[in-house]
C-alpha cells in the first residue's frame, strides 16, 4: 500500500466511512469550512458531525468525471504552501487514472500504477472505499502522505472505533485487500470496467435517453431534470426514476439528487442543481447483454416518462434519508404502468416484524449472488 500510494501512513479501517469519521475528528476544528468538489453523502456528514461545515464548490469539472492531472497539481500547488490539506476521497481513483491515460496524450504509454502514484502526490492523504477499487467485499482505507501527528491521532481512534491498527478490525480473510489492490492496477482490467460503463452509456444514448456526459467510469448518470421535467424536485424525480427502474428491469440503481442532498438547517430541501440517477455497474460480475437489458427496459420508461409522476416521504428519518426513508407515489393515472393504477404500499407500522432475513427454507435455500459493491 505504501508503494501503491506514495504515503507513509496506512491505516485499514472496515468501511470507508469509518476512515472519514476518524479522519473528520482528526483534522477539523468546529466551526471550520470544509470545501469539495461534489460531496459524497457520508463524507458530508462526517464533516458536519465534526462540526464542520461542508461547501459544495463545484466547479465546471464535477460534471465531468474526470480530474486532470493539472487540475490536481494545480491544486496542491496552492493549497500546500498555505498550510491547507488536501485529502482525497481515492475510492475510484484508479478509475480516474485510466481516464487521464486515455484522455491525456501525455499518460497515453503510462501505466495505471505509475499514473495512481503521481495523482497521490498531489495530495496530503486519502479515504478510500475498499468495495470499489479494491475488489474486496468490505473494508477501508485511512492514509496519510508524511504527517505524523494526524496518524498518531488516528491511531488512537482506531483503536477505539475499529479494533487492530494493522487490520482495522477485518478478519483476515477480508484482508483480501492485498490482492484486490494488485488486481486494480491492471491495465486490461480497469479498460474493461470503465469501457462497459461507456457501452451502457451509448445503449441509453442510441434511446434518447438523457445521460451526463462525458459518461462516468463506474456508472452511467441518468439526467433526471431532463428525463422528467414535468416533475418538481420537491417531489423527487430522481427518486421515483429509481424506483421505476427497479419495478421495470430488477436492478437497484441509486438516487443522486433532492434525496441525497438533504434538507438545510431551515428544513428546507436543498434542491442541488444536479438530480440524477446513478446506473453504477458493479465489477466483474455483468456481460454487455445484461447491460443491454438494462438499457432497453429505461428505453421503456422513456417512452412513457409523461405518466411518470413524484414521491412523497412517508417516513423520513433525520440524516441520511436516502437509506431508510420510505416514500409513497403520487397517484399514476389508470394505465400508466401498463398495468392498472399504481398500489399504494402500505406503511410499516410501529412494532411490526422488520426482520428483512431471506427466507432460507430447511436446505438452506436460495441464496441471492453475493456481488460486489458499485
Ligand atoms: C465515493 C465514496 N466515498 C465513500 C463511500 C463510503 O464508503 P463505505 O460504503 O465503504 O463506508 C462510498 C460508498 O459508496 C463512495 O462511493
Redesign the pocket.
Known amino acids: 500500500m505504501k508503494d501503491i500510494y506514495g504515503y507513509e501512513y496506512i491505516l485499514p479501517t472496515h ?6 469519521q476518524i479522519q473528520s475528528e482528526v483534522m477539523i476544528k468546529p466551526g471550520q469550512f470544509v470545501p469539495g468538489n461534489m460531496y ?4 458530508k456528514i462526517h464533516q458536519e458531525l465534526a462540526g464542520g461545515t461542508f461547501v459544495d464548490v463545484i466547479v465546471d469539472e464535477a460534471h465531468d468525471p474526470v480530474v486532470s492531472m493539472d487540475n490536481l497539481r494545480e491544486v496542491y500547488a496552492y493549497c500546500r504552501p498555505k498550510g491547507i490539506p488536501v485529502l482525497f ?1 481515492a ?2 481513483a484508479v478509475e480516474n487514472a485510466y481516464m487521464i491515460q486515455k484522455r491525456d496524450a501525455r499518460y497515453h504509454g503510462t501505466h495505471i500504477r505509475d499514473i495512481l502514484r503521481e495523482i497521490m502526490a498531489h495530495g496530503d492523504g486519502c ?6 477499487d479494491f475488489l474486496i467485499n ?3 482505507l485511512l492514509a496519510f502522505k508524511d504527517n505524523a501527528e494526524w496518524a498518531r491521532a488516528s491511531e488512537e481512534k482506531l483503536r477505539i472505533y475499529e479494533g487492530g491498527v494493522r487490520d482495522g478490525g477485518l478478519p483476515a480473510a477480508d484482508l483480501a485487500v492485498a490482492r484486490g489492490v494488485e488486481e486494480m492496477l491492471d491495465d486490461r482490467y480497469i479498460r474493461t470496467r470503465v469501457e462497459q460503463a461507456a457501452w451502457l452509456a451509448d445503449r441509453l444514448i442510441e434511446a434518447g435517453v438523457p445521460v451526463v456526459m462525458p459518461t462516468g467510469s463506474h456508472a452511467v448518470f441518468i439526467d433526471v431534470k431532463r428525463f422528467l421535467p414535468h416533475v418538481d424536485q420537491d417531489e423527487y424525480p430522481a427518486q421515483r426514476l429509481a424506483s421505476e427502474i427497479y419495478l421495470e428491469t430488477g436492478v437497484r440503481v441509486m438516487e443522486r439528487g433532492n434525496v441525497s442532498k438533504g434538507r438545510d438547517a431551515n428544513g428546507k430541501n436543498y434542491r442541488p442543481a444536479l438530480e440524477l440517477v446513478r446506473l453504477t455497474i458493479p465489477r466483474r460480475v455483468y456481460s454487455n447483454e445484461q447491460m443491454r437489458a438494462v438499457a432497453d427496459g429505461i428505453a421503456r420508461l422513456y417512452e412513457r416518462r409523461e405518466a411518470i409522476k413524484g414521491l412523497r416521504f412517508v417516513y423520513e428519518p433525520p440524516a441520511l434519508r436516502f437509506f431508510q426513508g420510505r416514500s409513497s407515489p403520487w397517484a399514476d393515472p389508470p394505465g400508466a404502468r401498463g398495468r392498472g393504477p399504481t398500489p399504494r404500499p402500505r406503511r410499516w407500522e410501529e412494532g411490526e416484524n422488520q426482520d428483512l432475513t431471506p427466507f432460507q427454507g430447511a436446505s438452506g435455500g436460495c441464496r441471492p449472488l453475493r456481488s460486489r ?2
Open positions: 468501511q470507508g466511512r469509518a476512515a472519514e459524497f453523502t457520508t463524507t476521497d475510492t475510484r479515504t478510500v472505499s475498499g468495495k470499489k468490505i473494508g477501508g459493491a458499485g
